[in-house]
């Protein structure tokens, strides 16, 4: 069992940045991969960034354009969303995610075994 805890969502203004974090609790181990993804008003929840269990390896959604930035630091279970030039798009409800099968990297969603229950990301115009 792994829980999963984020922070840092608020009301921000375009161009602006936030930090998510995300604290994992209920596992010794930090062999898993971690992911963040959101889901807008109407929407479908899409990825955003994950990053492998090591940390070495990341992947983005090609949407950012380099605008965010996910990193982990294991001797604090702590997953990081840097989120930089926020745009009024990126509005949504962040989640951090984590996948147990550290054998394979993934960013379906369907993929992952546990969830956070979210932080708001609101930016305006």
């Known amino acids: 069992q792994v829980q999963l805890v984020e922070s840092g969502g608020r009301l921000v203004q375009a161009g602006g940045s936030l930090r998510l974090s995300c604290a994992a609790s209920?596992?010794?181990?930090?062999?898993?991969?971690m992911g963040w993804f959101r889901q807008a008003p109407g929407k479908e929840r899409e990825f955003v960034a994950a990053i492998s269990w090591s940390g070495i390896t990341t992947k983005y959604a090609d949407f950012l354009k380099g605008r965010f930035t996910i990193s982990r630091d294991n001797a604090k279970n702590t997953v990081y969303l840097q989120m930089n030039n926020l745009k009024p798009e990126d509005t949504a409800v962040y989640y951090c995610?984590?996948?147990?099968?550290?054998?394979?990297?993934?960013?379906?969603?369907?993929?992952?075994?546990?969830w956070g229950q979210g932080t708001q990301v609101t930016v305006s115009s």
């Open positions: 995610a984590a996948d147990l099968n550290w054998r394979v990297f993934t960013v379906v969603a369907d993929e992952y075994d546990y």
């Open positions: 209920g596992r010794t181990s930090t062999n898993y991969h």
